[in-house]
């Protein structure tokens, strides 16, 4: 265990989900500041919904912070992923010219992930007592066997092998910065992650419900709801799982 910063960080040479350890730490009642736990080799990583995340041992970072946003409304809690979700994209963009964010919080460059991110909010009344933000970044892996979406590691964009040390050590200021802009400036985590959409304003085919037609983003609501401009200029609301994109 170490400090850099502001946050705590907890070293775990392998676990089946960081974001599994930390809810112990939180349920255990043995932190109550900013912490991540990082790892090596996570054995079980959790997806979103019931998928899983494929990481092999020593090549990519997987890790979770851990949060107390107590003046976040339950309402506002999207915000948090955003912040999370552009910190990666910093990242991201430090080695490779352009990522954009797939909403919700996926990180795309060109047409593949190269990242995912998992928050488990626990919400207490009409606020947020903590905050898991499970992070999975694709460094040096250079095969993916899952079939689940189009993976890509950094390596395999530009062919250079990463230190994770380094990766880590970077990634964490730029996550701390970002989750301060949470409180100092929102309106600029709420701006900057319009314009980081991947597909943000473009015609593209979706599918809702069996139903399938073009339109184009055109905003993100408070509460992490995508809102689609359909052809005819009708607008419609789409929340998590409600909404596929085509291709
Ligand atoms: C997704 O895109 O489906 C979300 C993937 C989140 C993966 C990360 S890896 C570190 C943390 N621990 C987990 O078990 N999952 C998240």
Not at 117 to 142: A, F, H, P, R
Request: hydrophobic share 35%; aromatic share 12%; with cysteine.
């Amino acid at each position: 265990m170490g400090k850099t910063s502001n946050t705590r960080v907890y070293k775990v040479k392998s676990i089946d989900s960081t974001n599994n350890y930390a809810q112990k730490l939180i349920d255990d009642k043995a932190i109550n500041e900013q912490i991540v736990v990082i790892t090596q080799n996570q054995t079980q990583g959790k997806g979103y919904g019931r998928n899983s995340w494929e990481s092999q041992s020593g090549m990519n970072l997987t890790l979770s912070y851990v949060f107390f946003p107590l003046y976040l409304k339950a309402e506002e809690q999207f915000i948090i992923s955003k912040a999370i979700s552009l910190g990666i994209k910093d990242f991201i963009e430090l080695f490779v010219e352009d990522a954009k964010i797939k909403w919700p919080n996926d990180i795309y460059v060109s047409d593949n992930k190269i990242a995912g991110i998992l928050i488990e909010n626990t919400v207490c009344g009409d606020n947020i007592t903590n905050s898991i933000s499970g992070i999975g970044i694709n460094i040096n892996q250079m095969d993916f066997h899952s079939d689940l979406q189009n993976p890509i590691s950094l390596k395999l964009i530009t062919g250079i092998e990463y230190k994770l040390e380094d990766c880590f050590e970077l990634l964490n200021d730029i996550i701390e910065n970002r989750y301060l802009q949470l409180t100092e400036n929102p309106k600029k985590i709420n701006s900057d992650y319009i314009k980081a959409l991947y597909r943000y304003k473009e015609f593209c085919p979706y599918k809702s419900h069996n139903n399938w037609f073009n339109g184009r983003i055109v905003d993100i609501d408070i509460f992490g709801r995508i809102i689609i401009e359909k052809e005819s200029g009708e607008k419609s609301f789409f929340g998590y799982k409600e909404l596929e994109y085509i291709i």
